[in-house]
């Protein structure tokens, strides 16, 4: 009976879906401290040197460890700031990453539990530690204890864009040491993290928090600065001992289909930009609106696909996603499909978008689409081929939103012919993220073409200890040949 009780993982409360369609807050409320010490309580503890989900994560939390902690203390501040000062080491962003990490197919799909009964909520677990340490001022408190005692002075590093990767990047070499400066080119830090996630699934005064540790750490930000435009790499380069480039990829792929410069076809990009960051939602209180149709199609059916639709429908839109492959093939997370569905999303599956139909005022009216099949044969992602029937299918809309993918912004290395860029448009790096420019890094999206925030974020460490070791070693080098 205990074991049939343990097998289940202890849920997290979430708000109704009636609720909240209504507003921008966060749908999971995450759990309490008697919720996680539960949840805690079912971990089969396994030796952290060798435990599978340890080793699945790509920043390698000690999570046994962790988890231990809040097993162990029953009085809720000492277990936090403990499992918090384990998750330190390896993640400085857990209230992020607990939220928008695909855990599923990362430390929970490795979880030794998960042979047994369902996968321990590692995600959860470390969203309640990194939530209730910051509602608490625990965070503050271990910060005050772990701030460098030593004046930033091993170096001066310049670090370009202010999303996950970059600011990973810039907290490691804080900690030991080095004077940091991030440029970015948006009035504020976060990158993807702040324009492209919506407030239901990440609070922006979670990222806005981990921002400010980061100031604190002595990490500068230079704001409204595009390198490229405003300041050149090689200026930047004169100044500073080594450059991390993590601008990530901001520039949407859109459809080459007729219509697609109909009034109300969107990026998925610019549509979630305008509400996020601009906060179009709340027009006229905030200057940039955003005019979302009745009927909405959605193309495509990654998180990105996911996040506008659920947007969407806060602004009152009844939404389809159009989807060319099968459910078994749709790329976002699963509980933001479930998420998804709950708010009344519906899907279309084995639909290929061939043209957009408008109206007399160059308005959009309905989404042709070809009707497809899946075939036996998988791609090299493992997904089922498909193949057109030569049926088609007209949908009535008045907005699409294209969410098929971002590449790299050029203007990055447009007038810097040092940089080697490979064929797919995304930087050339080496084994320890280094790019054709010796003491310039670069990594995350606009290395990997689009990667999760964990990966950018686990290059964002990497880079850190290769920089730390390039500047370490360049001076060595000076001083000998000064000798
Ligand atoms: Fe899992 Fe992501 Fe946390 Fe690693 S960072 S433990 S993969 S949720
Ligand atoms: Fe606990 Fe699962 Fe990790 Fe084992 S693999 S330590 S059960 S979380």
Redesign the pocket.
């Known amino acids: 009976m205990k074991e049939a009780v343990t097998a289940r993982r202890v849920p997290t409360p979430e708000r109704p879906p009636e609720q909240r369609l209504r507003d921008f807050d966060e749908v999971n409320l995450g759990y309490t401290f008697e919720l996680a010490v539960e949840e805690a309580k079912r971990c089969l503890q396994c030796p952290v040197e060798e435990a599978p ?1 340890a080793k ?4 390698h ?1 000690k ?1 046994p460890l962790f988890i231990e902690k809040l097993r162990r203390y029953s009085d809720a501040r000492t277990a936090v700031k403990e499992a918090l000062r384990v998750i330190w080491r390896d ?1 400085l962003l ?1 209230a992020i ?2 939220r928008v ?1 695909p ?1 599923e197919l ?3 799909a490795a979880c030794a539990k998960g042979r047994v009964g369902e996968p321990i909520n ?2 959860k677990l ?1 969203r309640f530690v990194a939530d209730y340490a910051r509602e608490h001022g625990i965070d503050d408190e271990l910060l005050e204890e772990q701030l460098p005692r030593v004046e930033a002075k091993r170096g001066r590093v310049a670090v370009i864009g202010a999303g996950p990767s970059s600011l990973t990047c810039a907290s490691e070499l804080a900690k030991i040491g080095y004077k940091v400066t991030i440029f970015e080119a948006l009035h504020k830090p976060g990158g993807v993290l702040l324009f492209g996630v919506p407030e239901f699934r990440l609070p922006k005064k979670v990222l806005e928090k981990e921002v400010e540790r980061l100031k604190r750490l002595g990490v500068e930000f230079k704001l409204n600065c595009i390198v490229g435009k405003t300041i050149t790499l090689d200026e930047i380069r004169r100044e500073y001992d080594a450059v991390f480039i993590a601008t990530g990829a901001g520039t949407p792929k859109l459809l080459n289909i007729p219509g697609i410069l109909l009034n109300d076809v969107y990026s998925a990009n610019e549509f979630l930009t305008r509400v996020n960051l601009m906060k179009a939602h709340k027009f006229p209180e905030y200057d940039t609106p955003v005019r979302v149709g009745r009927k909405v199609i959605v193309i495509g059916a990654g998180n990105t696909a996911m996040d506008a639709a659920r947007t969407a429908r806060r602004l009152g839109a009844e939404v389809i996603i159009a989807y060319r492959r099968g459910r078994e093939d749709v790329t976002a997370r699963a509980e933001e499909v479930r998420h998804a569905l709950e708010e009344g999303v519906r899907f279309m599956f084995f639909v290929t978008p061939i043209e957009i139909l408008g109206d007399e005022r160059g308005n959009v009216r309905a989404v042709k689409f070809m009707k497809m099949k899946p075939l036996e044969e998988r791609n090299r992602e493992s997904k089922r081929k498909i193949m057109p029937t030569g049926e088609t299918v007209v949908v009535e809309a008045d907005t699409v939103i294209i969410a098929i993918g971002l590449v790299p912004n050029k203007l990055i290395w447009e007038n810097v012919p040092e940089l080697e860029v490979t064929s797919e448009g995304t930087l050339k790096v080496d084994g320890d993220l280094m790019t054709s420019i010796p003491g310039v890094f670069a990594g995350g999206d606009i290395v990997r073409g689009e990667a999760t925030v ?1 990966e950018g974020m686990g290059d964002g460490r990497k880079a850190a200890k290769a920089i730390h070791q390039y500047i370490q070693r360049s001076k060595h080098q000076q001083a000998i040949l000064k000798v």
């Open positions: 989900c699945a994560c790509p920043v939390i999570i993640n857990p990453t607990g990490c855990q990362l430390c929970e590692i995600g470390e964990i």
